[in-house]
């Protein structure tokens, strides 16, 4: 049984940092792209950051670059999102996925505010 379990989330100030887990069991995730979106109410889905199978190349959305971070540690099975310089509209649930896959992690609220 696939299963993709988050961890990290949480209420936080404007400028405060937080790290998003998601361990992967079941499957191997070294072969597969891993992605994080998020979702705000009202909102679509959006793709956050994205990371190759070997962790060499990653790709983030506009409104995150320079303030957050995609990493993987295959080793580990896990792959993370460092979130620094958090602002209010970064407040949303976040979600892992191995991309193209039906598997996804189970949400994490964060929440950002003053």
């Known amino acids: 049984q696939v299963q993709l379990v988050q961890s990290g989330g949480g209420s936080v100030q404007p400028g405060a940092s937080l790290r998003l887990s998601c361990a992967a069991s079941?499957?191997?995730?070294?072969?597969?792209?891993m992605v994080w979106y998020r979702q705000s109410p009202g909102k679509e889905r959006q793709l956050v950051a994205r990371?190759?199978?070997?962790?060499?190349?990653?790709e983030y959305a506009d409104s995150v670059k320079g303030r957050f971070t995609i990493l993987r540690d295959n080793a580990k099975n896990t792959v993370y999102l460092q979130m620094n310089s958090l602002k209010v509209e970064d407040t949303a649930l976040y979600y892992c996925?191995?991309?193209?896959?039906?598997?996804w992690g189970q949400g994490t609220q964060v929440t950002v505010s003053s």
């Open positions: 996925n191995l991309r193209g896959s039906p598997y």
């Open positions: 079941g499957v191997n995730i070294s072969p597969y792209e």
């Open positions: 990371i190759t199978p070997s962790g060499g190349t990653t």
